[in-house]
Every structure is written in structure tokens, then in C-alpha cells.
């Protein structure tokens, strides 16, 4: 999985760096300086880290770990970058936490290994998010294009055509193009311009948006929980997001 959908993922984002940029793209990749190999390392880490711990944990562990994530870039924002997130944030950061534990359950189904994987995960997250936001000068576009063909050429000794059919290997490029393509750009573009905690509340909207996503196309009815805990992630996370605009 990693292979194949980061393949298609790299060449996504090598066609829109020569889009955006055309010959300067190319010569951004000898402008990454010490912050764009640390971003391309981070994010190269955290794709590793998040298919590894969903392997290994179970999906609830996982959910709850990265809702996790607004807390641990708002003391890393503070503490490297000097950026209070604020009551506000603390705020909603609790709560979306909360929303994501009550749509998921506790549960005592996880492991040691998938877990540290999964905080992994959020420590890699975080650092992408403060080194974008510490450097805003940096080709993070070129890192994270870096990022997409390093982490998949790791896995070649790993890698198996097994299960290789026609329609996996389009549904791979197709995880690839928009996930790591589209999703993946608008991140490393955005994130160098809002503050670490409302990225990462922003990036909490993932849990809460994922059961839409799954009614909407398996038609599968959300239980009560998932209502519940969704609404308290959406409310925290856009609620945060339009109290900040107001005041500018």
C-alpha cells in the first residue's frame, strides 16, 4: 500500500510542482536547506507511522491518539515557536478530543507497538506543521514531493504484487493522486500560514468528516456515538476556526 499509493502520490506532486513553479520547481529541491530535509523526513516518518500503526493497533487507538495532535502542537508551538494557542484553543482542543474519543470508545483492544507508532505519528505531524510555520520561506512543496518518492522506495524490500489487481491498482493511484496529490499540497501550502493549534484542529476535522464520507458512499448509518462525538469535533474545530477570523 505504502508503495504503490505513494508512487502515485509522488508523481502527482512531481507534475504539480512543474505546474506551479515549472524550472524553478526543480531548482527548489537544491533550496531545501536543514528545515526542508527535516520536513521531508518528518513527513516521510508519519506516512510510515500511520499505516504501520493502523497494522498494528486498532483503528479506535489510533483515532484517539491523533486527536491527540492539536494539544501536542500547541506545547511545541509554544515552547519552540513562542506561540501561545490560548484558552480558546486549549478549549477546543480539549474538546475535539473528546468528540473523537466518544465516537470511537476506549476500549482496551490496542498495542504497545501500534500506539508509540501512532504517537509517532502525531510527533511527526507536529513537526512538519511547526518547521512549516518556523520557515514559511521554505520549498516545502519540493520537501514534501521529497517525502512522497523516499518513504515508498523504503518499502521496495517489502513491497508484494500480491492482490495487484486492476481495480486495487487504480484505487491505489487514486488514494495516491488525491490524498498525497491534492490533500497532501493544500496542507504544506496552508499550514505555513495559520497558527500550529489551528492547523492541527483543522486536521482533527478528519475524524469527524470520515463517517460522512462512508455514509455517503457505502451508505452505512453512523451510530448515535459517532453523531454525537463528530458534532463535538466539528463544533471545536470550526467553532475555534470563526472566533479567530472574527477578530481580524
Given at each position: 500500500?505504502?508503495l504503490?499509493?505513494?508512487?502515485a502520490g509522488a508523481?502527482?506532486?512531481?507534475?504539480?510542482?512543474?505546474?506551479?513553479r515549472?524550472?524553478?520547481g526543480?531548482?527548489?529541491?537544491n533550496?531545501?536547506?536543514g528545515?526542508g530535509?527535516?520536513?521531508?523526513?518528518?513527513?516521510?516518518?508519519?506516512?510510515l507511522f500511520f499505516?504501520?500503526?493502523?497494522?498494528a493497533?486498532?483503528?479506535?487507538?489510533?483515532?484517539?491518539?491523533?486527536a491527540?495532535?492539536?494539544f501536542?502542537?500547541?506545547?511545541l508551538?509554544?515552547?519552540?515557536?513562542g506561540?501561545?494557542?490560548?484558552?480558546a484553543?486549549?478549549?477546543?482542543?480539549?474538546?475535539?478530543?473528546?468528540?473523537?474519543?466518544?465516537?470511537?470508545?476506549?476500549?482496551?483492544?490496542?498495542?504497545?507497538?501500534?500506539?508509540?507508532?501512532?504517537?509517532?505519528?502525531?510527533?511527526?505531524?507536529?513537526?512538519?506543521?511547526?518547521?512549516a510555520?518556523?520557515?514559511p520561506?521554505?520549498?516545502?512543496?519540493a520537501?514534501?514531493?521529497?517525502?512522497?518518492?523516499?518513504?515508498?522506495l523504503?518499502?521496495i524490500?517489502?513491497?508484494?504484487?500480491?492482490?495487484l489487481?486492476?481495480?486495487?491498482?487504480?484505487?491505489?493511484?487514486?488514494?495516491?493522486?488525491?490524498?498525497?496529490?491534492?490533500?497532501?499540497?493544500?496542507?504544506?501550502?496552508?499550514?505555513?500560514?495559520?497558527?500550529p493549534?489551528?492547523?492541527?484542529?483543522?486536521g482533527?476535522?478528519?475524524?469527524a468528516?470520515?463517517?460522512v464520507?462512508?455514509?455517503l458512499?457505502?451508505?452505512?448509518?453512523?451510530?448515535?456515538?459517532?453523531?454525537?462525538g463528530?458534532?463535538?469535533v466539528?463544533?471545536?474545530?470550526?467553532?475555534?476556526?470563526?472566533?479567530?477570523?472574527?477578530?481580524?
Amino acid at each position: 500500500m505504502i508503495l504503490w499509493r505513494g508512487m502515485a502520490g509522488a508523481i502527482g506532486l512531481i507534475l504539480l510542482l512543474l505546474w506551479l513553479r515549472g524550472r524553478e520547481g526543480i531548482r527548489d529541491f537544491n533550496r531545501l536547506g536543514g528545515a526542508g530535509w527535516a520536513y521531508a523526513l518528518a513527513s516521510g516518518l508519519g506516512m510510515l507511522f500511520f499505516v504501520g500503526s493502523l497494522k498494528a493497533t486498532s483503528i479506535a487507538h489510533v483515532a484517539i491518539i491523533y486527536a491527540t495532535l492539536p494539544f501536542v502542537a500547541a506545547f511545541l508551538g509554544w515552547l519552540i515557536l513562542g506561540e501561545a494557542p490560548g484558552k480558546a484553543g486549549i478549549l477546543a482542543a480539549a474538546l475535539a478530543l473528546t468528540g473523537a474519543t466518544v465516537m470511537v470508545g476506549l476500549g482496551n483492544d490496542g498495542a504497545i507497538l501500534g500506539d508509540l507508532m501512532a504517537f509517532g505519528m502525531v510527533l511527526a505531524m507536529t513537526g512538519m506543521i511547526l518547521i512549516a510555520r518556523g520557515n514559511p520561506k521554505m520549498p516545502a512543496l519540493a520537501a514534501g514531493t521529497l517525502s512522497a518518492i523516499w518513504a515508498p522506495l523504503a518499502m521496495i524490500p517489502f513491497s508484494t504484487m500480491a492482490g495487484l489487481d486492476g481495480m486495487n491498482l487504480l484505487l491505489l493511484a487514486g488514494f495516491g493522486l488525491i490524498n498525497s496529490t491534492l490533500g497532501f499540497a493544500l496542507f504544506v501550502l496552508g499550514s505555513r500560514h495559520t497558527s500550529p493549534v489551528e492547523t492541527a484542529l483543522i486536521g482533527a476535522l478528519e475524524a469527524a468528516l470520515t463517517p460522512v464520507w462512508v455514509w455517503l458512499v457505502f451508505f452505512e448509518t453512523p451510530t448515535t456515538p459517532t453523531l454525537i462525538g463528530g458534532a463535538m469535533v466539528l463544533t471545536a474545530s470550526l467553532g475555534h476556526i470563526i472566533s479567530q477570523y472574527k477578530r481580524i
